[in-house]
């Protein structure tokens, strides 16, 4: 069974960076959407940032050219690398991963969810 632990979450000022990270094993796909969602409070889980087996990337419009997602092959560890963070970005980040489909920025077709690491952005 997959198993995903994410971390590097923490606090930071407006315009700041944070850096997380989601160490995975047992991946049973060859083909996956493996990404970056979110939820702040008294609001909807979101897609953040999706990385598929085959380095395709898919961003949020909220984070482009803000955020950036990437996978250490040798680590099987996914990275969300974010830049120039913003209080709307404050939330719960949670890793999760797929086999390849349709719709992989909707949370709900995600069965394997790491604990989330919290994120927060103060003005």
């Known amino acids: 069974q997959v198993q995903l632990a994410e971390s590097g979450g923490g606090s930071v000022q407006a315009g700041g960076s944070l850096r997380l990270s989601c160490a995975a094993s047992?991946?049973?796909?060859?083909?996956?959407?493996m990404g970056w969602f979110r939820q702040a409070i008294g609001k909807e889980r979101e897609g953040v940032a999706i990385?598929?087996?085959?380095?395709?990337?898919i961003y949020a419009d909220s984070v482009k050219g803000r955020f950036t997602i990437s996978k250490d092959g040798t680590k099987s560890t996914l990275i969300l690398q974010m830049n120039n963070l913003l209080p709307d970005d404050t939330a719960m980040y949670y890793c999760?991963?797929?086999?390849?489909?349709?719709?992989?920025?909707?949370?709900?077709?995600?069965?394997?969810w790491g604990q989330g690491t919290q994120v927060t952005v103060s003005s």
């Open positions: 047992g991946n049973p796909y060859s083909a996956y959407c």
């Open positions: 999760a991963i797929r086999a390849w489909g349709q719709k992989c920025l909707d949370g709900a077709t995600y069965f394997n």
């Open positions: 990385f598929t087996s085959w380095g395709g990337t």
